[in-house]
């Protein structure tokens, strides 16, 4: 187990130490919704995941939410996961000519019910 905040350089590298070339990693993101946190997680989590897994990014449903709903929370419409993903897919693909990553509608399909729509990325 691994004890820190998801965005300190010093828990990523703890992680780094303890992934192998030859694990098979998926990663679930789920702490501080905002755009900003989740953004940096992508972006710091994603080179862990595996050719054909995940990265999970939970409570992309925050999105859809009534702009009420989290009166007490700092995400919010327009500053929370899904807004995260959007953009890291964006940047990913300006950066690499196109993402690594897609969505995966198959796996929320065969849910039907869940709190991460569009919260599948598998690296192709």
């Given at each position: ?17 303890l ?15 905002t755009?900003d ?7 710091l ?5 595996s ?39 964006e ?6 000519g ?8 198959l ?5 039907m ?12």
């Open positions: 187990m691994i004890e820190g905040s998801s965005v300190d350089i010093a828990t990523v590298s703890n992680v780094k130490d992934v192998k070339k030859e694990d098979k990693v998926l990663v679930c993101l789920d702490s501080n919704h755009h946190h989740v953004l940096k997680e992508l972006k989590y994603t080179p862990f995941v050719k054909s897994s995940y990265c999970v990014v939970l409570d992309t449903i925050l999105e859809n939410m009534p702009e009420d709903a989290y009166l007490n929370r700092p995400w919010s419409r327009g500053d929370n996961p899904k807004t995260a993903v959007r953009q890291f897919l940047d990913d693909a300006l950066q690499n196109e993402s690594e990553f897609e969505i995966d509608k796996i929320e399909n065969q849910l019910i869940t709190a991460a729509p569009d919260g599948f990325l598998r690296r192709k």
